[in-house]
């Protein structure tokens, strides 16, 4: 914000603008627009565009020359991201800022912020990717403080993966008995991880821009639970093709039960791709209800978690369909 602003009464005429302007460039940079407020009170009344007040006859009022709409104005306390967002709806290059009783104490150029809304989003994007917000370019950044963006996260991430490691001991029988479940794992997790890689995208991003408050939730859920079960459907039809093709062709013989490897393998993928999105869509939900950033909401952490379930889901299905033959 800056205080270096220019605002007249409404009864002053379109000359004395004008004139005001020349001798002050205060205002053209905050907005393209002169500031109007009420000659009493001084509360803010409205802003004139700079060329409706170059075309208006110079005995025009300033009062006169306001627009029907109602004016827009921000707060001292409010977002930056906020007001770029109301410039943008409004095709406006500044707004005024008010204080008590609706008096011009400032304004911000879109100019300014801009500059401000790149530089949060830039942290917005280290954090989803599981870094700590850092400063300056890549390549100016030095060695340790490389370190100390990436080596906190990582570790936390690594503790975070020995809970998979845990759920494939604790299947380990199953494992044993039949092996050819293992060549499918990386399919699985990696599919619910990237199904819900990109619910949390799409959420934040929503969240973000106003599209949805916390009290959404319960449609997103709504929304995300047919969507990942038609998603995971498709996967699992991929998934079927490949098993019959890589055996029927004779490039690998998955046994003689494979009909049921391949029937395994596409409920996985059903059941993995529908909680991966679901999981991915509620966690900046519950993260932004906890006080925390949306985007911490990071895709190594949802694939974290996707990692763990998935595991989990998958050979729960597999003693199910496979009971009695390979299990």
């Not at 912020?113 to 870094?131: K, P, S």
């Not at 459907?233 to 890589?246: D, E, F, K, M």
């Amino acid at each position: 914000m800056t205080a270096d602003i220019l605002a007249l009464a409404a009864d002053r005429p379109a000359a004395a603008a004008l004139e005001a302007l020349h001798q002050s460039a205060a205002g053209r940079d905050a907005g393209q627009a002169m500031f109007v407020v009420d000659p009493e009170t001084c509360a803010f009344r409205g802003a004139v565009p700079l060329l409706r007040l170059m075309a208006a006859e110079p005995s025009a009022r300033l009062g006169d020359l306001l627009g029907e709409d109602a004016p827009i104005f921000v707060r001292p306390d409010d977002d930056g991201a906020d007001a770029a967002r109301l410039m943008a709806h409004h095709r406006v290059a500044g707004l005024p800022v008010l204080g008590p009783a609706d008096t011009v104490v400032g304004a911000v150029a879109l100019a300014d912020l801009v500059a401000d809304v790149l530089a949060e989003e830039g942290d917005d994007i280290r954090r989803f990717g599981a870094t700590e917000a850092g400063h300056g370019p890549y390549l100016r950044t030095g060695f340790f403080a490389r370190l100390r963006q990436r080596g906190g996260w990582l570790c936390l991430l690594f503790l975070s993966e020995m809970l998979t490691a845990s759920a494939m001991q604790h299947f380990n029988d199953e494992l044993q008995k039949a092996v050819v479940l293992t060549l499918f794992i990386p399919l699985i997790m990696s599919s619910g991880g990237n199904s819900g890689s990109q619910a949390t995208s799409l959420l934040i991003r929503a969240l973000a821009l106003g599209d949805m408050s916390l009290r959404d939730w319960w449609r997103v859920a709504l929304r995300e639970i047919p969507t990942g079960l038609a998603l995971g459907a498709i996967l699992a039809c991929l998934g079927i093709v490949r098993i019959t093709l890589w055996q029927e062709l004779g490039i690998y013989d998955y046994g003689p039960h494979w009909t049921l490897v391949a029937l395994t393998v596409a409920a996985g993928l059903v059941g993995v791709v529908t909680f991966g999105s679901l999981a991915g869509a509620m966690l900046p939900f519950l993260l932004k209800r906890a006080g925390f950033d949306p985007a911490s909401a990071s895709a190594p952490f949802v694939a974290t978690l996707v990692d763990v379930a998935g595991l989990i889901i998958y050979f729960s299905l597999a003693m199910l369909v496979l009971r009695g033959t390979l299990l």
